[in-house]
């Protein structure tokens, strides 16, 4: 076998979910006596990057040519243009300084690569060539980079392959680099000019003949070095041999803004909030970046955090269906037993990787239990050399002074995963949230989504929505309640008593839930229903209105099922070996259930694409909520052109409020309410529609 018999592509990219090393650089070595490689910018690391796949051609005794370019700092070029003897000795000792960072690169694989050319070198197998830019006259030129970077491969059969391009040397390692370069093969009479193009630059280089460019053979401090770092190297005991003896793995397809979000979590170092609209891929893309470590880095325990465990199953779903390969797959949440239980076999899995009976683990596990000690207690065992990875789900429930121990110091790499990572009224928490993910983020918007186009579909990622307003008021007792609770409130503010703010705070909740709970939304809820279609349908209410929506719905006929923290998590006969939760969804999904009538277990992740229209009997001014209401129904689903929201809002009786002298606050209040309905109207096919409406209402909060 020999170049011309493998699969090779005409180019390669590595946002486009492709794997260079394992389908490029290991095959073609393998098959190569003889390598050429150029590098644009030298370090530690982008000899690493020269030297993958090098394993192939060590064990045929091939033999390599390797030109590199340092980065000369100022100094350095003004020893070289006052040397009398040799100038280039402060070049090798810039080099050599350079080469000491190696012991911190990302992982055991990159060291190794650079181990090995040390050790060809000593052995003769490595030849060498530094390159720098000059001006016409040819005095070396400051700030100038070398960019060349071209690779050339020659097996014992006569044949021979280049490859050029863009390949991101100056990355923090071997795990972040993002390249794109096209091969052209010598014996393909239509490329066998651009391999001889590629084959001729490399030569002048190699013999100085290039008028820009000086190059020459080091034998100095650097050449010295590097042979010192490659002492004792042994290939079979080596990281690149386990690394590319490696099973061969198809990377998981993005589409472009989840490439981009991808790339992005690789250019930041691992640490990254993806700020990404429900429905638009927030699972696939961290998967994405968790099987990147698998890939790159082997030994990997990754630790996934949702705020429930029906959402743990969903993920632990979707890394199945994803192909995504793990030696043990631990479920740790109060649904698989006590946190003694499930931290004994998390401590058991740690102990398997620690002495080499398995390589990876995943846990599936709750914002609770993620939080809870013994979880930080078994991850402490985890070995230094193995990559320890956090994703946390709906992550801006993770800034909360309960769950926020759950974002522990020891995950070096991290995945924060929500459309509304901010806290609402918690400054301190969200401060605490996007910190501990670098202070980066990738954001793609309901917008953004609803206007690109899925090229498998031809449709937007995000399917489009009428909003609807449902205006009711308060009868004359709830309007009397509300009116004393606000005159309560308004006197508290000014109280100065130790207990006073906790006070305010169950008025201010009281005074809500009289809107949340108002009659009139039964009633108009019960005419609703007779107007628009029943199945798919999912009602949000609130605690103290759910057995009246359950008999609203039933009165009509219409199969609904209550979901709520109540229904159970653990897996039980009753329900086909499902939990109550799961079988919930199951039966909502396959038509059996009409409808779902939820508080909050349906706000956060729970995947039903089906749902297209969503009932909101009880709301609040808090956009994680609504936005991710409104994600519960915009997802895509076979046959679902549009969804619809049905928007319910107590609308004041201004001229009551005026007579009382009540209507200052009142309007104060509702104007918070409209920040909420414009969010939500802004992305409706019917905007302009409910914005005539909305104006009408901000008239009569004006006293118009």
């Known amino acids: 076998m020999g170049l011309r018999e493998l699969d090779i592509l005409p180019a390669y990219e590595t946002l486009e979910g492709e794997d260079p090393v394992s389908s490029f650089y290991i095959p073609a070595l393998r098959e190569s006596i003889s390598y050429d490689r150029s590098v644009g910018y030298f370090s530690s690391a982008s000899l690493a990057l020269a030297a993958r796949g090098i394993a192939g051609l060590i064990a045929n005794q091939g033999g390599m040519r390797l030109i590199v370019s340092p980065h000369l700092a100022k100094e350095d070029i003004e020893q070289i243009r006052s040397a009398t003897t040799n100038e280039f000795e402060a070049v090798e000792l810039s080099m050599a300084a350079a080469l000491g960072d190696v012991d911190m690169l990302a992982d055991e694989i990159a060291r190794d690569h650079v181990r090995a050319l040390g050790w060809m070198l000593a052995k003769g197998d490595l030849d060498m060539r530094v390159a720098y830019i000059v001006d016409e006259q040819g005095e070396i030129e400051e700030g100038q980079l070398f960019h060349q970077k071209v690779g050339i491969m020659r097996d014992s059969q006569g044949a021979a392959l280049s490859?050029?391009?863009?390949i991101n040397e100056t990355a923090s390692g071997w795990l972040f680099n993002s390249e794109e370069f096209k091969v052209f093969k010598s014996w393909d009479d239509g490329q066998e000019q651009f391999f001889e193009s590629d084959e001729k630059k490399f030569e002048c280089l190699w013999h100085n003949e290039h008028p820009r460019v000086r190059t020459f053979k080091p034998d100095g401090a650097f050449c010295k070095k590097l042979v010192s770092i490659g002492e004792g190297f042994e290939l079979e005991h080596s990281a690149l041999s386990r690394y590319e003896s490696r099973e061969k793995v198809t990377r998981i397809s993005l589409f472009s803004y989840q490439r981009e979000a991808f790339a992005k979590w690789r250019e930041v170092g691992g640490s990254m909030l993806f700020e990404m609209a429900t429905g638009t891929g927030k699972t696939r893309t961290a998967l994405a970046c968790v099987q990147d470590l698998l890939i790159t880095k082997g030994r990997v325990v990754c630790v996934i955090a949702t705020p429930q465990s029906t959402l743990s199953r969903q993920w632990a779903q979707e890394v199945e269906a994803l192909g995504l390969k793990f030696d043990l797959i631990v479920f740790a949440d109060s649904s698989s037993g006590t946190s003694k239980e499930w931290a004994a076999d998390v401590r058991a899995g740690i102990r398997r990787i620690a002495v080499g009976r398995a390589n990876s683990m995943i846990v599936f596990t709750t914002h609770k239990s993620a939080?809870?000690?013994?979880?930080?207690?078994?991850?402490?065992?985890?070995?230094?050399?193995v990559s320890l990875c956090f994703v946390g789900d709906e992550v801006h429930g993770l800034g909360s002074k309960q769950f926020r121990c759950a974002l522990l110091d020891s995950y070096k790499y991290r995945i924060g995963l929500s459309a509304t990572p901010s806290r609402w009224f918690d400054d301190e928490g969200s401060s605490v949230i996007r910190s501990y993910f670098g202070d980066q983020s990738y954001e793609f918007t309901i917008r953004q989504a609803q206007e690109t186009i899925n090229p498998l579909t031809g449709q937007t990622f995000l399917c489009p929505y009428e909003y609807h307003l449902e205006c009711v008021s308060l009868d004359s007792e709830e309007a009397d309640e509300y009116a004393e609770l606000s005159r309560r409130i308004s006197r508290l503010s000014f109280s100065s008593d130790s207990d006073a703010e906790e006070r305010l705070e169950r008025l201010l909740m009281k005074r809500a839930n009289i809107k949340k709970d108002a009659m009139a939304k039964l009633g108009r809820f019960r005419s609703l229903l007779r107007e628009i279609d029943h199945q798919n349908l999912i009602v949000f209410t609130s605690p103290r209105r759910i057995d009246e929506v359950e008999a609203i719905l039933?009165?009509?006929?219409?199969?609904a099922k209550r979901f709520t923290k109540d229904q159970g998590t653990r897996p039980c006969r009753e329900f086909d070996g499902l939990s109550e939760r799961d079988y919930l969804i199951r039966s909502f999904k396959h038509g059996s259930l009409q409808a779902l009538v939820a508080i909050k277990c349906l706000d956060e992740g729970i995947d039903i694409p089906q749902a297209q229209t969503a009932v909101l009997l009880s709301s609040s001014t808090n956009p994680r909520e609504y936005v991710q209401r409104v994600g519960r129904v915009i997802r895509r689903s076979q046959g679902k052109e549009k969804a619809y929201i049905?928007?319910?809002?107590?609308?004041?009786?201004?001229?009551?409020?005026k007579a009382l002298g009540d209507i200052a606050l009142e309007r104060k209040l509702f104007k918070q309410e409209l920040v909420r309905i414009e969010d939500m109207r802004r992305n409706a096919l019917n905007s302009t529609d409910v914005l005539i409406q909305v104006r009408d209402l901000l008239g009569g909060a004006n006293g118009n």
């Open 371 to 385: 939080s809870n000690c013994r979880l930080a207690q078994a991850l402490e065992h985890v070995p230094d050399n």
């Open 554 to 559: 039933s009165s009509q006929c219409i199969a």
């Open 163 to 166: 490859f050029s391009g863009s």
């Open 646 to 657: 049905y928007d319910f809002v107590v609308v004041p009786d201004w001229d009551r409020l």
